[in-house]
């Protein structure tokens, strides 16, 4: 590559698509992965990876969790890269994860196909962030990667100032207890980064701890935390398609009998585009939590879009 010819970036992590974007290099992108949908104009690009099961809008939770635990227990990884399109789109550079065999591709498989693939250098830049702290030193990495380097910095401030002045909104206010679910089953609690952005919302994280990947979780501690708020944002899921399996919890023994839904202070909200993503819409996030945790304070501004509250008369109790 010439030094002044202009960077040909491939992205495979939705995440990271949208942080080129915001660092204004959305046109120096050549590729992404079959998840990368934002922004829009993304989805003009071609896309580099599949899922080896079917696309989860056709599955239930049981069953992707079934499909992506079997390839992993064979040793498989669980999306397959499109070589010979990769190929074409002659990326300089390559920006993925290994934080979560489930959330992008293999970098096994990965650097097997740029080494079968492509005739030339090609550096991959992949991060792992597990707590909040190392979600923002990721797009310093890929700021760096993609020579935004200045501009990823100002990001990163812009976003924690954002985090500080949520925090001062809400610190003088009573935290309620709360419970966010990330998988409806096997039930699965918000780990990683979740618990500092409730806590940052003014709220009382439990079930979980920050830093540490989201645990399974049984039923029954769940009802003995008896949150005040239940936050339910299964990891890649819209809230349409969480919708579609809310029986999995309404039908559990005691549902009804928690505080959070006999105060019909139960939420859906959009795991797939905000709180699953580690990308600069983690301050979104942080709003989106902190209009639901404090509504006297804060705006509605997500309300529709980004989360739902979930009544007991929009269903019914067995």
Known sequence: MNQNDPLRIASLLPGLTELVHKLDSGN??????????FPHQVK???VLTEPKYSHSEELSSSQIHLSVSDLLKHGLSVYKVFEERLQE?????????????????SMKDLDNAIQKFLGKKVKITSVEPSSLDEVLDSFITIAEAINKKESGKHLVDSIK?????ISQAVKNQKKPDVVSIEWLDPLMTGGNWMPELVEIAGGNNLLSEPGKHSPWIEWEKIKKADPDILLILPCGF??????TELNTLIDLD???DLKAVRNDN???????????RPGPRIIDSAEILAEILHPSIFKNKYQN?????????????N
């Open 305 to 317: 879009k980004g989360w739902v509250r979930l009544k007991k008369e929009s269903y019914q109790l």
């Open 254 to 256: 005691g549902w009804g």
């Open 89 to 105: 789109c002659k990326p300089d550079v390559v920006l993925t994860q290994d934080h979560c065999e489930v959330c992008a591709v």
């Open 44 to 46: 003009d690009l071609p």
């Open 161 to 165: 100032a954002g985090f500080n002045e």
């Open 266 to 276: 139960v939420y859906l909200l959009d795991g797939n585009h905000y709180f699953n």
């Open 238 to 243: 819209t809230i349409s398609k969480t919708l």
């Open 28 to 37: 120096n992108l050549v590729g992404r992965s079959h998840e990368c949908d």
